[in-house]
C-alpha cells in the first residue's frame, strides 16, 4: 500500500478509484486469484507510482510471467517514463499485422539487448549500389562522406562516439548499435560508390571520365596490382605496377609508400575501414572454444563438437503411457457418420447445418440438413451412375477424387465431401490447383478426377483450344463441376449403401512434410468415427448448438468440427473464411455475438486480428461462448495470444475458463485439449522452462537467467478413449524420463491409419510400438507419432513445445524454429519488417546444421533500420538461444512463396536460398561465430632436417622425382646450328639462300593479307632500321631499344634492326589511345626501368606519345629519342653487326606477373639460338610448313614464336593479331581451315573467346565450310596450370568440325625459362590424373579415382623441350624430391635466361632464381633456375620417344599467387572454381586474402536483384569445399576482374582497386 499512499489515493482520477473498488470486490467474491488481482492493480496504478526504484515501467507492467523485473541501469530510470509511453505506443499501435506477439518474450529481448549494449560492437554495415534496388527510397542513402578529416581526427572523433555511447545509457536498446555505427569512421550506407556509381552509364566520353576524377577503364582491363596510398597516386596502369616493383630492387629503395602491410592503408579508403571493422568484430572470442586436437596429418578432422559436460541431462523414472477417460457409449450414437447425416436429413431436414458468409462478413446462405442430404444423394449417385456407360463406370467405390473447391465455398465443398462418403469413394480435399507437390500427392493416391465448383473451373488456365491446363507434376485430370443443376436426381429406388464404419478408408487429408513433399494421411471410417465421439465428448457438444469456424475447413481441426463433428451432433456451424477475416478481421467476433454461438474455433492469428480491430466495435458481447478452442495452443506465443485476448475481451463477457488450446496433427488428429472449466475454478497453470534445458531435450524450470524462459500453456488432457506416450524424437522409439522432452505418440482408434500409397514411411510413423531403456517392446499397442514434441506434466496434464518439422539440430542441441521466431519478433521491427512474415530453417553446411531467418521487409524501411534490426535479432537469438545464426536475409515485401493460407511457405523458401533465387534486398552472414568446428589451423613443423628425412626416404628406393626432354647432342639437324651462332646469321644466309621464300603473311579481320614478307624484304628493311639507328639514334652497340608496335611484321623488322646495329631490342605493348591513362604509365614504367636510349614506333603510336592525352598521364617531355620507322630513307648499313660471344645480350623480355611484379629478364644468343633449335626439333618445324599463330608477340613463347621461330626454322608463319577476333569470331578458325594448317598456337583469350563466342554457332561453321580435321597441334601458349575445362570444352565443341580430341595441348613456360614444355609431334599424348585437393593444400600429392570427393583434374602441360631437366625440389629445403611429391619446379636447360634486367644488381635474388644448387644429392653440382611454380613428376606407362619410360610433369600453380590461409596452402584457382560453379549467374570469379581475411569477388552477369542471392552461395561452397570462411563477398559488373593479355587473372591489381574503393560494386558483404 506504500506506493498508493505516495500516490495519494485521493489523486488518483475517479474512473481509476472506481476500477480499483470493482478489483477489491473480484477478489473478495473470489472472480480473482490474489496474484492477478495484484497485477491489475498494479497496472491500474502504474501510472501514478512515482518511478523511482529504477525500474523500466514497461518492464513492470508487461511482466506477466513469474519473472523477477530485472532492473534497468539507475541512468535509464530517468529516461524511462519517455520509453514506456514510446513503447506503449508502439506496442498497442492499430498497425499491427502480426501473428504472434509475446510481450513475455518481448520484455527478454529488450532485456538481452540491453546486456548487450555494454559490448558494443561496430559491425562493417554492407556496402550496397543505390541503383540495386529499386525498393529502397533514395532518401534512404546517406550522400557521400565528404568529411576532410585526418586519420587522428577522424579516429579520435570515432572513439569520442563510442565512449560517449558507452557513457550515455541507452533510452532503449535500439540505439546502441546505431550509435556505433555512425562512430565508425564513415557513417555508412554504403552510398560511398555514388560518387563514381552515377557517372558510370555517361561514361563512354573521355572527359566524362575524367569529370569522375576516379580513372575507370572500361576497354582494357588494367593488369597491375599494387596502387600507392600516397594522394599523388598514378592511375593503375597495364601489365605494371606505377610504383615500380622490380625484381631485384633494393628493398629500401622506393617500397615504403607500398601497402605491404595489413596497416598500411590509405586514409581514404572506405573498404579497408570497413575491414578494419570487421577484423575487430572478428577478434571477439567465439563462444564455443575450439578443442584443442590433433590432426592426424593426411586426413584434415572436422571437430566433433564435445557434449558440454555441464549439460543438464533427464533424471526422471521412465514415464508410463497416459490413458484419457474412456470413451463413453451414448445410446443414440449412429454406426456412421453418413448414417448421422441420414438420420437428421430425413428427420430435421429443415435445421440449420452450415451458413456461409459473403466478402463483407454477411450471412450469405444457409445449408439445411435436408439440403445436405437431398444434395449430397444427387451428387453420390451422379459419381457413380452418370460419369462413364454403365458397363465402364469412371469411378467404382474405393476410388480417390480430388475436391478442388475455393476457401470461401464451404456448402459446396460440404456437399461434395457428404457426396463421396455416400458413394463409398475417397476424397481428398487438396488446396486450389497449381503446386507441384500437389501433383506428387495426386499421383501418389492414383487420382484421375476431380470435383470442382463452376466459378472455381472457369478461373482455372486454360490452353488455347479451351482445355485445363495439365499442372507442373500433376497426373492428367478429368474435371467435374458439383453444381446442383449438374447433378441427375436419383431415382426413387437407389439408396446408397450405408454400412456400420470399419477399417476401410473413410477420406484422405494431405500434409506437407519439412521437405516439402506432400503426402496423404489416410483415415479410415472407424476411425472418423471415433474421433467425432471423441471430440463430441471432449467438448461435451449437444444438438443444435451453435459454432463459428474462422478455419481452414478442409483439414484439421477445422473440418473434424466444423464438417464432421457437426453432423455427428446435429451442431449449425458459421464459416468464417479467411478472405472475409482478412477485411474484417473482427468479422468471427461479431458472429459469435449475433448467433450467440457456444463454441468458437480460432488460431491464435485471428485472436490478434479481433484485438487489432476492437475499436471498430464496442458492443460485441462473447458471453455465449462457452469454449473459445484456440487450434495451435502448441505455439510458444499461443500463452500470451490467449491472456492479452482475455484481457481485452473479459469486459465484453468472455469467460477466462472458455479458452480452451488443443493440439493437433494430420497423423494423430486431436492429441489433447483443454476442456471447458467450471466457472471459478483456478485457472491452469503454466511451465516457465529453461531454454537452456529444453535445447538439450530436459525439462528444467528456469530459475537462473530470466530472459532465456519459454513459457508454456498446457492444452489439457489426452483424448478420450486415447493412450500418449514421449518418446525419443531420433533413433528407436524408446520411452522418455518423466523430465525429458521427446515425440508424442498417441494409441487410439481415433487417429490416421497410413501415408495413402507410401508403405515404409507409414511403418516408422503409424506402427510405433514403444521400447524400454533395454530396447524391449513395452506391451503391444502400436501408437503413432504425432510430430509435436512436448512433455507430461503434473495432474497428466500435456505440454506442447514445438514441432518436429521446426526442430533445428545444431552442434548436437535442438533448437525450435518457433522460438527463434518469436525471439526475432520480440526486437522492436516496426520499421522494418512485416511481423507475421518471417521462416526460419537450417540448412546443413560443412558438417552441421546452420540456422537461417528470412524477413520480409517493408518498403519503407531505410538501409540503416534493417542493417540495425538485423544485427539486433543477431544478438537477441544469441542470447535467448545461445546459437549463432548463420545468415538472415531480408526479401522485398510480398516475396516469400506463401501457402494457400497465407502463411510462410518454409520449405519453398528454403529450395530458394539453396537455389538462389530468393533475391534479397539485405543479408548478413554470420559464419566466423556459427562455423566453430573447423580443423585447427596447421602448425608448419619446424626445425626438422630436411636431408636426413628426405634421404631415408630416397634411399628406401623412390625415384627421385626429375625428368628431361631429348638430348641434344644426339640430334644434330643440318650444319645449319654449325655454321651459324647468332639469328642474324641466319637471317642473312636465308637472304641469300632464299630469297623470295616467305616467312610472314599478316591477316586482318577480314582474314585478307595485309602484309608479308619474304627473307629478303625482312634483311633489307632491318638494314635500313640499322642504319636509321645508327645515323638519328647516334646509338651504340648495347644500347636498349624500346619497339612500340602493333601486333604484326614492323615489330619483326624492328627487332632484327636492331640486331643488326648492335643494340639490344625490348618489345612492349603499344598504349590503348581510349585509355591512355590506364596504359601510357605502364610503357613509362618499361622504358625508365630499361634505361632505353630511343624508342622504335609507328608515327600514328609517335604521334599519341607527344600529344596533349598523353601529357595527363605522365611527363612526356622526358621520352627518349622517338624515331618513327614508317618512311626509311634507303641507306645501306656498312656492316651488320656480329657479338663477339654468343653470351653476349640478345633481347630483353619484360612481363608483369599476376601478383603486379615488373620483370625484365635477359636472353643471350646462345640461348635464343637454343631455345628456337629445341621448338624446331619438338615441332619438326622445315621451310615447307605453314603454322598459324594468334598470341600477343611481346614476351615469353608469345613472341619467340611470333618474330623468332621462322627466321630460325625458316617455315611460313601466318600471323592473326588477337584484338582482331573482337570484331570476328571465326577468324582463327577459318585461318587454319583455308590454310589447312598443321600447327597452331593461341592464347586462353582466344580460346575462351571462341569456346564462349562459337560455341552455339557450330552448324554456321560448317556451313562456312570450315573443317579442322588438318590441324595436329593446337597448342596454348601459357605460364600457369593447364586449364582442363576449357580446353576439353574446346575439343569437344569443336570435334563436330573435324578437331581430333588429340591436337589440342597446353605449353608451360616461366620467367626463368620461357619454354619448358611444349607438345610438338612425337610423343605420347598428354596424361592426365586426378589429385586429392586436401592433400594438395598440405603441400602433398594424393592420386584418387574420376569422381572422387574433393579431386582435381590435372593435366601435363605437354613435352619437356629437348635439352631441358627439370627436378622437383622442396622450396624451403631445397633438397630433392621424389616421384609424385608436390614441390617447386626447378629447371636446367641452354635457353634458362641468364638473369633479371634490373636497375640495381642485386646479385643474391639473381644468383638464387638463376643459379642455384641442391642441398644435396646427385645432381647438386648442376646449376638450376627456380621457376616459382609448384609442381610433380610422375613416371607414366607411356614409352618416350627416346624408348624409355615417360616422365610426365604437372603443373600445380605459382607459388606467388598461392594462399596461406589457417596454415594451409591454397591455389586462387581452385577456390575460383568452385565458386564459379555455385550459380549460373557468375560469369568471373577472382580470390584474395588481405590481412588474414579471404576476400571473394564475383562478376554478375544476371539482374542485379541476384547479387545477394550469391553471398550465401559463395559462402557455402567455400566452406563446404575449402574449410574456409570468406570474409568479404563483393558483388560486381561483368569485366572488372583485370585479365591481362595472357587471359590470367590481375589479382593483386583486383585487390589494389577494391582498397582504394574504385571497384563500384553492386554489393560488398562483410561477412561476420
Known amino acids: 500500500m506504500a506506493e498508493l499512499a505516495a500516490a495519494g489515493a485521493s489523486s488518483l482520477p475517479r474512473e481509476v478509484r472506481e476500477q480499483l473498488a470493482e478489483l477489491e470486490l473480484e477478489l473478495s467474491e473470489g472472480d480473482i486469484t490474489q496474484k492477478g488481482y495484484e497485477k491489475k492493480r498494479a497496472k491500474l496504478l502504474a501510472p501514478y507510482v512515482p518511478q523511482t526504484q529504477g525500474v523500466d515501467p514497461v518492464l513492470q507492467k508487461e511482466s506477466r510471467t513469474q519473472m523477477p523485473v530485472p532492473s534497468a541501469t539507475p541512468a535509464s530510470a530517468s529516461s524511462s517514463s519517455s520509453s514506456s509511453s514510446k513503447f506503449h505506443r508502439a506496442r498497442s499501435g492499430g498497425a499491427r499485422d502480426e501473428r504472434y506477439r509475446s510481450d513475455i518474450h518481448t520484455e527478454a529481448v529488450q532485456a538481452a539487448l540491453a546486456k548487450h549494449k555494454e559490448q558494443k560492437m561496430a559491425l562493417p554495415m554492407p556496402t550496397k549500389r543505390r541503383s540495386t534496388f529499386v525498393q529502397s527510397p533514395a532518401d534512404a542513402c546517406t550522400p557521400p562522406d ?118 598500411g592503408v590509405p586514409v581514404s579508403s572506405r573498404v579497408s575501414t570497413k575491414i578494419q571493422q570487421l577484423l575487430n568484430t572478428l577478434k571477439r572470442p567465439k563462444r564455443p572454444p575450439l578443442k584443442e586436437f590433433f590432426v592426424d596429418d593426411f586426413e584434415e578432422i572436422v571437430e566433433v563438437p564435445q557434449p558440454d559436460p555441464n549439460q543438464p541431462k533427464p533424471e526422471g523414472r521412465q514415464m508410463t503411457p497416459v490413458k484419457g477417460e474412456p470413451l463413453g457409449v451414448v445410446c443414440n450414437w449412429p454406426p456412421a457418420l453418413e448414417a448421422a447425416l441420414q438420420r437428421w436429413g430425413t428427420t430435421q431436414a429443415k435445421c440449420p447445418c452450415l451458413t456461409a458468409l459473403d466478402v463483407t462478413g454477411k450471412p450469405v446462405y444457409t445449408l439445411t440438413y435436408g439440403k445436405l442430404w437431398s444434395r449430397s444423394l444427387k451428387l453420390a449417385y451422379t459419381l457413380l451412375n452418370k460419369l462413364g456407360t454403365k458397363n465402364e463406370p469412371v469411378l467404382k467405390p474405393g476410388d480417390r477424387v480430388a475436391l478442388v473447391y475455393p476457401n470461401n465455398d464451404p ?100 500434409k506437407t512434410s519439412k521437405e516439402g513433399s506432400v503426402m496423404g ?104 461462448l462457452r469454449m473459445l478452442i484456440v487450434t495451435d495452443g502448441a505455439n510458444p506465443w499461443s500463452v500470451s495470444s490467449c491472456d492479452a485476448f482475455l484481457s481485452l475481451f473479459q469486459s465484453h463477457g468472455l469467460k477466462p475458463e472458455a479458452i480452451c488450446p488443443c493440439a493437433t496433427s494430420p497423423e494423430a488428429m486431436t492429441i489433447a485439449i483443454r476442456r471447458p472449466g ?62 525429458e522432452i521427446g515425440e508424442i505418440c498417441v494409441s487410439s482408434r481415433a487417429g490416421g491409419m497410413m501415408y495413402y500409397g507410401l508403405a515404409g514411411v507409414t511403418k516408422n510413423t503409424f506402427e510405433v510400438i514403444p521400447v524400454n531403456s533395454a530396447g524391449s517392446p513395452v506391451g503391444d499397442v502400436p501408437f503413432v507419432r504425432s510430430g509435436l514434441l512436448g512433455f507430461v506434466g503434473p495432474g497428466s496434464l500435456v505440454f506442447v513445445v514445438g514441432k518436429m518439422d521446426g526442430l533445428l539440430m545444431v552442434s548436437g542441441r535442438r533448437h525450435n524454429a518457433d522460438d527463434i521466431v518469436a525471439t526475432g519478433l520480440a526486437v522492436e521491427s516496426i520499421k522494418t519488417v512485416y511481423r507475421g512474415r518471417i521462416a526460419v530453417f537450417s540448412v546443413s553446411v560443412f558438417y552441421d546444421e546452420r540456422i537461417v531467418v528470412v524477413a520480409e521487409q517493408r518498403p519503407d524501411a531505410s538501409e540503416e533500420d534493417s542493417f540495425q534490426w538485423m544485427s539486433r535479432v543477431l544478438q537477441a537469438i544469441d542470447s535467448i538461444h545461445q546459437v549463432g545464426v548463420y545468415c538472415l536475409a531480408l526479401v522485398p515485401a510480398n516475396t516469400l512463396p506463401k501457402t494457400p493460407l497465407g502463411g510462410i511457405h518454409i520449405s519453398q523458401t528454403k529450395q530458394h536460398f539453396l537455389e538462389g533465387s530468393l533475391h534479397p534486398c539485405n543479408i548478413l552472414m554470420c559464419p566466423h561465430t556459427c562455423v566453430t568446428n573447423l580443423p585447427k589451423p596447421r602448425q608448419k613443423q619446424p626445425g626438422v632436417g630436411p636431408a636426413s628425412v628426405m634421404v631415408g626416404n630416397l634411399v628406401a628406393g623412390k625415384r627421385i622425382a626429375q625428368a628431361s626432354g631429348r638430348d641434344l647432342g644426339q640430334i644434330e639437324d643440318n650444319d645449319l646450328v654449325k655454321k651459324h651462332q647468332f639469328l642474324t646469321e641466319v637471317l642473312q644466309w636465308r637472304a641469300q639462300a632464299t630469297p623470295d621464300h616467305p616467312l610472314f603473311l599478316l591477316l586482318n579481320a577480314k582474314g585478307t593479307t595485309v602484309c608479308t614478307a619474304t627473307c629478303l624484304q625482312l634483311h633489307k628493311k632491318a638494314e635500313r632500321i640499322a642504319s636509321v639507328l645508327c645515323d638519328r639514334g647516334h646509338l651504340n652497340a648495347g644500347d636498349n631499344v624500346v619497339l612500340l608496335y602493333p601486333p604484326g611484321i614492323e615489330l619483326i623488322t624492328a627487332f632484327y634492326g636492331c640486331l643488326y646495329a648492335g643494340c639490344i631490342p625490348v618489345t612492349v605493348r603499344p598504349p590503348h589511345a581510349q585509355s591512355l591513362t590506364a596504359t601510357l604509365p605502364t610503357v613509362r614504367m618499361i622504358v625508365e626501368v630499361s634505361k632505353a636510349a630511343c624508342i622504335l614506333t609507328t608515327q600514328t603510336l609517335m604521334r599519341l606519345l607527344k600529344s596533349r592525352e598523353a601529357a595527363a598521364a605522365v611527363d612526356v617531355k622526358t621520352w627518349p629519342t622517338i624515331i618513327d620507322t614508317d618512311d626509311l630513307p634507303r641507306k645501306r648499313l656498312s656492316q651488320i653487326y656480329k657479338p663477339p660471344t654468343p653470351e653476349m645480350l640478345a633481347y630483353l623480355d619484360f612481363s608483369v606477373s599476376t601478383t603486379g611484379m615488373l620483370t625484365g629478364v635477359k636472353m643471350s644468343h646462345a640461348a635464343v639460338s637454343g631455345l628456337c633449335r629445341a621448338i624446331k626439333l619438338q615441332c619438326e618445324l622445315y621451310s615447307s610448313r605453314q603454322i598459324a599463330i594468334c598470341l600477343d608477340p611481346y614476351c615469353g613463347l608469345g613472341f619467340v614464336l611470333w618474330c623468332l621461330c621462322s627466321v630460325y626454322s625458316g617455315h611460313q608463319s601466318i600471323l592473326i593479331p588477337p584484338m582482331e577476333l573482337e570484331s570476328n569470331l571465326f577468324l582463327w578458325l577459318s585461318t587454319v581451315s583455308q590454310y589447312k594448317i598443321r600447327d597452331t598456337f593461341c592464347s586462353y583469350s582466344v580460346m575462351e573467346l571462341c569456346t564462349k563466342g562459337l560455341g552455339n554457332q557450330v552448324e ?67 596424361t592426365t590424373v586426378y589429385v586429392d585437393l586436401k592433400s594438395l593444400r598440405h603441400d602433398r600429392v594424393r592420386l584418387v579415382e574420376r569422381g572422387a570427393p574433393q579431386s582435381l583434374l590435372l593435366s601435363e602441360s605437354g613435352k619437356i623441350l629437348p635439352g631441358v631437366k627439370v627436378i622437383i625440389v622442396n622450396p624451403e629445403t631445397k633438397g630433392p624430391l621424389g616421384d609424385s611429391h608436390l614441390g617447386e619446379i626447378w629447371v636446367n636447360s641452354p635457353h634458362t635466361a641468364s638473369g633479371y634486367y ?62 596461406e590461409l589457417r596454415g594451409l596452402r591454397y591455389h586462387p584457382i581452385d577456390i575460383e572454381t568452385s565458386v564459379s560453379r555455385t550459380h549460373r549467374s557468375i560469369a568471373e570469379c577472382a580470390v584474395f586474402t588481405w590481412t588474414n581475411l579471404l576476400v571473394v569477388v564475383v562478376e554478375l ?26 570474409g568479404v563477398v563483393v558483388v560486381v559488373d561483368p569485366g572488372v576482374i583485370p585479365i591481362n593479355s595472357r587471359g590470367e587473372k590481375q589479382r593483386m591489381h583486383l585487390r589494389d582497386s577494391f582498397l582504394a574503393d574504385q571497384l563500384d560494386p553492386i554489393y560488398v558483404a562483410y561477412n561476420m
Request: glycine share 8%.
Open 1398 to 1459: 634490373t636497375i640495381y644488381d642485386n646479385e643474391t635474388l639473381q644468383a638464387d632464381h638463376f643459379n642455384t644448387r641442391l642441398s644435396f644429392g646427385d645432381a647438386a653440382q648442376t646449376l638450376w633456375a627456380r621457376t616459382g611454380y609448384l609442381g610433380f613428376v610422375r613416371r607414366t606407362e607411356l614409352t618416350a620417344a627416346s624408348g624409355e619410360r615417360h616422365d610426365a610433369l604437372y603443373v600445380v600453380g605459382a607459388l606467388d599467387e598461392t594462399l
Open 678 to 739: 467450471v466457472p471459478g475454478a483456478p485457472l491452469p497453470g503454466r511451465a516457465i522452462l529453461s531454454m537452456n534445458g529444453l535445447s538439450f531435450g530436459v525439462i528444467r524450470v528456469n530459475t537462473e537467467d530470466k530472459n532465456s524462459a519459454l513459457t508454456v500453456q498446457d492444452v489439457g488432457h489426452v483424448m478420450p478413449g486415447g493412450m500418449m506416450c514421449i518418446v525419443k524424437p531420433d533413433g528407436p522409439p524408446q520411452l522418455c524420463k518423466t523430465d
Open 411 to 510: 456448402v459446396m465443398f460440404m456437399v461434395a465431401f457428404y457426396g463421396c462418403l455416400l458413394a463409398e469413394v475417397i476424397p481428398v480435399p487438396i488446396e486450389d490447383a497449381g503446386g507441384q507437390q500437389i501433383g506428387f500427392l495426386l499421383g501418389s493416391c492414383g487420382i484421375a478426377l476431380a470435383l470442382t465448383t463452376e466459378v472455381c473451373l472457369k478461373g482455372l488456365p486454360k490452353t488455347q483450344n479451351g482445355e485445363i491446363v495439365q499442372f507442373k507434376g500433376w497426373p492428367r485430370l478429368k474435371w467435374v463441376v458439383t453444381d446442383s443443376k449438374y447433378l441427375s436426381k436419383s431415382p426413387k429406388d437407389w439408396q446408397p449403401n450405408i454400412s456400420a464404419a470399419g477399417t476401410e478408408p473413410a477420406y484422405i487429408e494431405y
Open 1501 to 1526: 552477369c544476371g539482374c542485379e536483384q541476384e547479387a545477394l542471392d550469391l553471398v550465401p552461395l559463395v559462402t557455402n561452397v567455400v566452406l563446404e569445399e575449402h574449410y574456409l570462411i570468406v
Open 521 to 624: 494421411v489416410t483415415v479410415s471410417r472407424i476411425a472418423m468415427l471415433s474421433h467425432c465421439q471423441a471430440l463430441s465428448q471432449a467438448c461435451n457438444y449437444s444438438e443444435g448448438e451453435t459454432i463459428v469456424n474462422v478455419l481452414d475447413f478442409k483439414k484439421d481441426a477445422g473440418l473434424w468440427h466444423g464438417i464432421l463433428t457437426n453432423v455427428m451432433n446435429k451442431l449449425h456451424t458459421i464459416s468464417v473464411p479467411y478472405s472475409v477475416m482478412k477485411t474484417c478481421p473482427l468479422s468471427w467476433v461479431q458472429r459469435v455475438h449475433a448467433h450467440k454461438a457456444k463454441v468458437a474455433l480460432v488460431k491464435c492469428r485471428d485472436l490478434h486480428w479481433a484485438m487489432m480491430a476492437h475499436r471498430d466495435q464496442r458492443d460485441v458481447s462473447l458471453s455465449s
Open 146 to 263: 565528404t568529411s576532410s578529416a585526418s586519420e587522428d581526427e577522424g579516429s579520435l572523433r570515432r572513439q569520442a562516439a563510442l565512449s560517449a555511447a558507452l557513457h550515455q545509457s541507452l533510452q532503449n536498446a535500439e540505439s546502441w548499435i546505431n550509435r556505433s555505427i555512425q562512430g565508425s569512421s564513415t557513417s555508412s550506407s554504403a552510398s560511398s560508390t555514388l560518387s563514381h556509381g552515377e557517372g558510370k552509364g555517361t561514361s563512354g566520353s573521355l572527359a566524362d571520365v575524367f569529370a569522375n576524377t576516379r580513372i575507370e577503364n572500361f576497354s582494357i582491363p588494367p593488369d597491375v596490382t599494387a596502387t600507392t596510398s600516397s594522394s599523388s597516386a598514378r592511375p593503375a596502369a597495364i601489365d605494371l605496377p606505377p610504383s615500380g616493383i622490380v625484381k631485384g630492387m633494393h628493398k629500401g629503395s622506393n617500397r615504403s609508400s607500398l601497402m605491404d602491410t595489413a596497416d
Open 1260 to 1326: 554456321m561453321l560448317k556451313a562456312r565450310g570450315i573443317n579442322l580435321s588438318c590441324v595436329r597441334t593446337c597448342v596454348v601458349v601459357a605460364e600457369e596450370r593447364p586449364r582442363v575445362s576449357l580446353t576439353h570444352s574446346f575439343s569437344k565443341l569443336f570435334k563436330d568440325i573435324g578437331l581430333s580430341s588429340r591436337a589440342v595441348s597446353t605449353t608451360f613456360g616461366s620467367r626463368v625459362n620461357v619454354a619448358i614444355c611444349l607438345q610438338g609431334t612425337s610423343g605420347p599424348d598428354p
